[in-house]
């Protein structure tokens, strides 16, 4: 396969250069703990080795005349010092849009959100500790759907637009009330506080069967009540009805690609308590309706093809990048988080090769400090075990206690953990190196791409 210098950025990605400021980046991370201390050359080694596999991970993010593209880099990535989760310099990454990082026997991987989501990361990261556990441990792998086999080609469909393969040819977005916001004080631009919530799989499983619902579902409505619960405690008279959960949808398998960069969507699950409070079983229900009617493919790709085609709508594509940028960075920071309360994203069940789940420990996924909202949370099950992992910018935990409280109510009990667990240490320093390109790659019309 060869590889082009350069590509455009696929179209859900625009936002997150557009919108990235000193103090703000969609930023997220992945850790996975073994059960020895990692050796970071070790791990160096293996990173280099399965970079090869995945080259959409060796791409920059770099600035045009009219929209952002990618880059091909040629330096290879080093290992970073272990710290918080935060916003971080991609030229001074080497210009890679991904950091990772160890300590003791946690690997922690923070991904610039531009670069892709959380299957392709999380794919990227497990192919990574497999390599590591066969260097170090020689550990057997059977290569499977999380985990790929570093020798192997690159397949083209893995760097593939799937917005620009899968738009339909005419598209609508939805047009959605404000939604309410929980309120608290909100703390210093570098602080993320957090929460890990560790539960048996196989109780909230069960649970959700009760209540003939999947997963993802039943936690989406626990949290619904739980905010709502919240926002009746909430002081002030004129507040939005509308409790909303912004739920991101893996387009992967709905749509058949098999891209490792960005291709996911969203949908909005939404309580109005403007006539009354839900109970869970009611919430299940509307949690249910809902979910399954907003993610039908032809409603994902109404949704999709009218992004696309507002990005190549001739008129917003002439107009110069310096000009676009502090523009869609405005109604991003007016609008990006009104339509919705709260995130929550469910990367779903990892099952790993034999030979690596006897080494692997543990696994969680935490997004980064959000923008407006108070927070958002993510959750991955592995080992019989239901990580979730909330994530919040303000000083108040009213939320997380409620949703825990109400879990117990329920039977299911769960071990919590401040901070969580993708989050320890917060010690370390950012490295700084250069990113290099090929010379003489980049002529005019790559900048002048739009």
Known sequence: ??????????????????????????????????????NPDTLNDALNKVLRRFPSFRYSIRRGLFWWFLSKLENSPELAEPGPLKPFDVKKNGGYMFKLSCSGPRID???????????????????IVAEYLKLVASAKIEYSKWVF???????????????????????????????????????RPEVLNSLGVSLQLDQAVEKAREM?????????????????????????????????????????????SATLRNFSSYVYITLDVANGEYSLEDAVKEV????????????????????????????????PLFIKKPVINIINHLKGDKYATYTFSNLGNIELPEGMAEHVQDIHFILGRTRKRSGSSACVSYGGRLNIDFSRKIAEDDFERVFVRKLRELGIWSSVQVPSEPLRPVRGHDTSSRPVFRNGALIPKFFLTF
């Not at 009617?293 to 085609?309: E, G, K, M, S």
């Open 288 to 319: 249910k309706l809902q979910k399954r009617l907003y993610v039908q493919p032809a409603r994902l790709t109404r949704r999709i093809a009218a992004n696309v085609a507002l990005e190549d709508n001739l008129a917003i594509r002439c107009i």
């Open 109 to 127: 991987m923070d991904v610039f959100h531009a670069l892709t989501d959380g299957t392709g990361a999380m794919t990227f990261l497990l192919s």
């Open 1 to 38: 396969m060869t590889l082009p210098e350069w590509t455009r950025l696929e179209n859900s990605a625009i936002i997150y250069p557009s919108c990235r400021t000193r103090k703000y980046a969609a930023v997220y991370r992945m850790s996975v703990s073994l059960d020895r201390n990692v």
């Open 149 to 187: 086999d570093p020798s192997g080609e690159p397949v083209e469909e893995e760097m593939e637009d799937g917005f620009d393969r899968f738009s339909g040819t005419s598209g609508a977005l939805d047009q959605e009330a404000p939604a309410w916001h929980i309120e608290g004080r909100v703390e």
């Open 212 to 256: 003939d619902c999947t997963l993802t579902e039943f936690i989406t409505a626990l949290m619904l009540v739980s905010l709502q619960e919240v926002r009746a405690k909430a002081p002030g008279r004129k507040k939005s009805p509308f409790i909303r959960m912004e739920v991101p949808v893996n387009l992967r398998p709905i749509f058949g």
